[in-house]
């Protein structure tokens, strides 16, 4: 059910399953359910566009007024914006996933003048693909979808402009999933299996992460700590001068780079934060030629500007927009495309991050992340979620899973502690939301 389908992909969707009547009357039943589960009785237009989407409204139209509500249906082009403003409940139905062009100043006005509004299967104008407005789109209370959601209903701004998501089933068989074989999920446990401690698994075993350390320790001292929480049995901060380390399980190496790179037990490397950039590219060059396992993040990702080709051979890189930004250039209308895009370049995961962060693999397999909370976006979390990464990936997790994992646990310890979290409370937040996941 995690699976995520363009409007193409749903256009194809419906013409396999064949039956439009029995969809759009499943679809319309379904809208009308949700409204009077949620409101009160009201007077109801229902602003109808020329195509399926105009056909669900009808639909819902007609099963309100079955259960007494005085419900209107107004042709969106003829429409009068007295008609919308005498209205308490609007139900957009102009536009779903045939939206091809921008939506016109006229219909804008339209959806302005509207005082609540309940979407059905998108707020006309989200484009469903990419979650960007196109022209205008209103701001829902509510949003209906059916079969499955769209990358629209999860990236920004379209996810926050359908206020409350509702998926509902409407008879859709699954066997036309088998042709489109989507390639985009929501990002839920469903994706990833977390490694298990075996009997026999000693601190090796569990996964050695190296963390190269800059003059100032805390953003690697964070990634430690997040990585021993996430089950990595060796954890060494490789610094390049001696400091005194609270941390009673952290190893502290002080070794030049190129003596720890002997060391083959040394597989997994986080390289980047506070690092400095120059150290960083130097490091990052170093370790993709002695073939590591490497997570690259902050500076290691500033240290490629305009040049991702120095991120071949990484496992698993996670840019913010902007470190995004200079290494790929702009990420234009779709941050699911650009992510996607950036993977195939560098061969490498790419997490994408943001309140709607974007895992990709090179392969084209993506996933958007949905349960980040906004306290989230405060200072040292992306080092976590660096740490995170690593853990997974060296307990032997391929890369696309370890980053799903990852930024799935981030998300969820985020929420366990709530408002105010910290970075450096998030690790001690795993270990429960991890033995959540049984
Ligand atoms: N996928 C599903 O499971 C189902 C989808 N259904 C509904 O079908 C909808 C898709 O139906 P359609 O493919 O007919 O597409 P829409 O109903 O979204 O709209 C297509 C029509 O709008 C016009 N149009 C598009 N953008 C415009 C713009 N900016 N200004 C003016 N006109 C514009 C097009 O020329 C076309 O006539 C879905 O959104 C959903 O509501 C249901 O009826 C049945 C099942
Ligand atoms: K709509």
């Not at 998926?167 to 994706?191: C, S």
């Given at each position: ?381 992306g080092d976590v979620l660096a740490g995170l990464s690593a ?45 959540a996941l049984g």
């Amino acid at each position: 059910m995690n699976e995520l389908l363009t409007p193409a992909e749903m256009a194809r969707a419906d013409a396999a399953a064949g039956n439009v009547a029995a969809l759009m009357d499943a679809a319309g039943r379904a809208v009308a359910r949700a409204i009077l589960q949620r409101y009160k009785p009201c007077s109801v237009l229902v602003l109808a566009g020329p195509g399926n989407n105009g056909g669900d409204g009808k639909v819902a139209a007609r099963y309100l007024a079955q259960a007494g509500w005085p419900v209107r249906v107004a042709d969106a082009f003829t429409a009068t914006i007295e008609q919308v403003q005498r209205a308490e409940l609007v139900i957009d139905a102009i536009f779903g996933a045939g939206l091809s062009r921008d939506v016109s100043p006229q219909i804008a006005d339209l959806l302005r003048a509207a005082k609540r509004i309940v979407a059905v299967d998108v707020p006309s104008g989200v484009d469903g693909a990419t979650g960007q407005v196109r022209g205008y789109a209103p701001q829902a209370e509510l949003t209906i979808t059916f079969f499955r959601k769209k990358p629209g209903h999860l990236l920004y701004p379209g996810r926050g402009l359908c206020g409350k998501l509702l998926l509902r089933d409407i008879g859709m068989p699954e066997r036309v999933l088998e042709d489109i074989a989507p390639q985009a999920w929501e990002n839920t446990p469903a994706l990833f299996t977390l490694p298990r401690y075996e009997a026999t698994s000693h601190k090796y075993s569990a996964g050695d992460v190296t963390v190269l350390c800059g003059e100032l320790a805390g953003a690697a001292r964070l990634a430690c700590a997040a990585a021993r929480r996430a089950g990595a049995g060796m954890v060494t901060l490789a610094a390049t001068t001696p400091m005194v380390l609270p941390e009673a399980g952290l190893i502290l190496r002080t070794d030049p780079l190129a003596t720890l790179l002997q060391d083959a037990r040394r597989h997994t490397w986080i390289v980047g934060p506070g690092l400095g950039v120059a150290r960083a590219g130097d490091a990052l060059a170093q370790l993709i030629a002695a073939g590591k396992t490497i997570v690259a993040d902050a500076d290691a990702l500033t240290a490629c500007t305009g040049a991702p080709e120095k991120l071949r051979g990484t496992a698993i890189i996670t840019p913010h927009t902007g470190e995004f930004v200079r290494v790929f250039g702009e990420i234009g209308p779709s941050k699911l495309e650009a992510a996607r895009r950036a993977a195939a370049t560098t061969g490498t995961v790419t997490i994408l991050k943001g309140a709607d962060t974007v895992i990709a693999a090179p392969d084209g397999r993506a996933a958007i992340n949905t349960n980040a909370p906004a306290y989230l976006a405060t200072g040292g979390t992306g080092d976590v979620l660096a740490g995170l990464s690593a853990a997974l990936l060296a307990q032997g997790m391929p890369s696309f899973e370890a980053a799903c994992a990852a930024v799935w646990l981030h998300g969820e310890a985020a929420r366990s502690l709530g408002p105010g979290l910290l970075a450096e409370g998030l690790p001690a937040a795993l270990p429960q939301v991890m033995a959540a996941l049984g």
